[in-house]
C-alpha cells in the first residue's frame, strides 16, 4: 500500500483547535477560539426541545425546511429589500463554514482559480484546494482598505469565485458601499461570481451599516450570500447556516450540500426559523451589548501597551505588540497564554503572503463583560514584566 502525502497537510491543525487547547491546559482566560461564553436566548432552546419532544427527529429535507427557508427569505427582504424565492433561493447549510464549502465544490472546476481577500478565514483555502482549486490571496492595502490594483493584478481568464467576508473576521472592517461598488463593477465585467460571508451582519458599530453585496445593482445575478444564526444567537455549536442565491448558481451548491452533509438538523432549524421571524427589535440590543464589549476590550488592551486596529464590525479585535518589545506573534501569544493567562490567536495564520500579520494578536469579544474584566486585570501584567529574555540579551 502507498499512503501518498495528505493533499491537506499544509492546513493539518487549525489555529482555532491549538489555541482553545492552549489555553485549557494553561487555565488561561480563552479570548482565541471565537465562541460566546455567554447563553443564547432562552426561547431558542425552549422551541428547539419542543420540537425534538414533537419527534422531529428525523432527516430533513436536504435544501432545509420550509419554515427556515421563509423565515430567512422574509428577513433578506425586511432588513435588506431583497427578494429571494424561498423555494429555490434560499438553501440550508449545517453552519456558514459548510455553505463555503459546498458553494466552492459547486461552482468550481479543477484548475479554477478562487481570490479571497488576505486576511482571510482559515477553512477558505482548504476549501478550494478540495475541489481541486487553486487559491489565492489578494492583499488588503494598508489600512486593510480594498486595494483595486492587487486585485486586477490577481485575476486571470481562469479565475472563477471571489470571497469576501464582511464584517471582515479577522480585521473588523465593514465594506463600504464605494469599496463593494468597485469590487462589483470588477466582478460583472469579468463574470467572476462573489460568494459573500455575512455572518456577523448583526455587529457592526458606531452607526455603521452592513451593505450586502447582493444588493448592488447587477450582483444579485453572480453572488451567493451566505450568514448563519451562530453569532447573532450566540450559539456557534448549533452549526445553522444558509446561503441565498439565484437558482443558476443555487442549484449547483445545492448539489453539493446534497452530498456533503445531505441535511441540517430539523429540529434546531424549527428553532431558529422561530428566532428569525421575531428577532428585529432584538438586533439593536445586539449590537448595543457587543459595542460596550468592543470599547471594554479596546481600553483594557490599549491601557496594557498594545496598539489596537479598532473594528467597525465583528466579534474580533486585532492588535499590534510590538509596543511590549515582541515581534513574533506566535511567540507572542504563546506567552500570553502561557504566563499571563490570556489566550489569543497569532494573526498570521489570517495571512498567505509570508511574515504579513506577525505583528498582530487577533482578541475574541464574545465575552462577557466579567470576563473581559478578568482578562484585563491579567493583561495589566504585561506592561510591567515585558518579553523575556533570550539567552544572548
Ligand atoms: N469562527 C471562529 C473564529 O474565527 C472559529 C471557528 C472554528 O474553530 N472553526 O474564531
Known sequence: MRILPCKLEPYAISVFTEMSAMAQQHGAINLSQGFPDFEGPDF??????????????????????PELRKAVAAKMERLYGLSPDPQEEVT???????????????????????????????SCAPAAVMAGAEFKAVSLGSGFAL???????????????????????????????????????????????VITDEVYEHLVFNGARHVPMATLPGMWEQTVTISSTAKTFSMTGWKIGYAVAPPALGRAIRMA?????????????HAMALAIDVSDD??????????????LLRSILEAAGLDVVTPEGCYFM?????????DDDREFCRFLTTEIGVAAIPASAF??????????????????????KKAGERLSRLNRIGPPKTELD
Open 282 to 295: 432584538y438586533y439593536p440590543v445586539l449590537r448595543a451589548q457587543y459595542q460596550a464589549r468592543r470599547d
Open 44 to 65: 431558542i432552546v425552549d422551541a428547539a426541545v419542543a420540537a425534538m419532544r414533537a419527534g422531529l427527529n428525523q432527516y430533513a429535507p436536504s435544501h432545509g425546511i
Open 92 to 122: 440550508v447549510f449545517s453552519g456558514a463554514t459548510e455553505a463555503i464549502f459546498s458553494t466552492i465544490q459547486g461552482l468550481c472546476q479543477a484548475g479554477d482559480e478562487v481570490l479571497a481577500f488576505e486576511p482571510f478565514y482559515d
Open 351 to 372: 495571512f498567505q503572503t509570508p511574515g504579513a500579520g506577525s505583528h498582530l494578536a487577533r482578541f475574541a469579544f464574545c465575552k462577557d463583560l466579567e470576563t473581559l
Open 318 to 326: 486585532l492588535a499590534d505588540f510590538r509596543p511590549l518589545g515582541f
Open 257 to 269: 450540500h446534497h452530498y456533503v452533509t445531505f441535511c441540517t438538523p430539523a429540529a434546531l432549524q
Open 147 to 193: 486595494d483595486m490594483e492587487a486585485l486586477e493584478r490577481s485575476v486571470t481568464d481562469r479565475t472563477r469565485l471571489l470571497l469576501l467576508n464582511t464584517p471582515m473576521n479577522p480585521t473588523g472592517k465593514v465594506f463600504h458601499e464605494a469599496e463593494l461598488s468597485a469590487i462589483a463593477q470588477f466582478c460583472i465585467s469579468r463574470g467572476i461570481i
